[in-house]
């Protein structure tokens, strides 16, 4: 059987799962690999366990054919609430 990896690309977006979290707490589906984010046209690897911000691109990739729309379901979770600061107030962000 030959390998054909399918790698995926989710932008995380302000009422992400991942917002302000590290790479390290993605949890993927078997088969499944981060290799790290795009952030301001520069990559950085999964290896350095960065905090993911808004506007941040996830590279991810899959081994196993058929995983792609799974694994992008994974990236694109979604808080059901989410808090943020602006301007200096707590604001409620429903997602």
Same mark, same amino acid.
């Given at each position: 059987m030959i390998l054909e990896p399918k790698v995926i690309q989710v932008r995380v977006q302000f009422n992400s799962a991942y917002y302000?979290?590290?790479?390290?707490?993605?949890? =993927? @589906?078997?088969?499944c690999y981060l290799l790290g984010i795009i952030r301001e046209n520069s990559?950085?690897?999964?290896?350095?366990? #960065? *905090?993911?911000?808004?506007?941040?691109?996830?590279?991810?990739v899959t081994t196993h #054919?058929?995983?792609? @729309? =799974?694994?992008?379901?994974? =990236?694109?979770? *979604?808080?059901?609430e989410v808090w943020r600061?602006?301007?200096?107030?707590?604001?409620?962000c429903p997602a």
């Amino acid at each position: 059987m030959i390998l054909e990896p399918k790698v995926i690309q989710v932008r995380v977006q302000f009422n992400s799962a991942y917002y302000l979290q590290s790479m390290s707490s993605i949890e =993927l @589906p078997q088969d499944c690999y981060l290799l790290g984010i795009i952030r301001e046209n520069s990559f950085i690897e999964v290896s350095k366990n #960065p *905090t993911m911000i808004e506007q941040d691109i996830i590279v991810a990739v899959t081994t196993h #054919p058929g995983f792609g @729309p =799974l694994l992008k379901h994974q =990236l694109k979770k *979604t808080q059901s609430e989410v808090w943020r600061f602006h301007n200096g107030h707590l604001n409620y962000c429903p997602a």
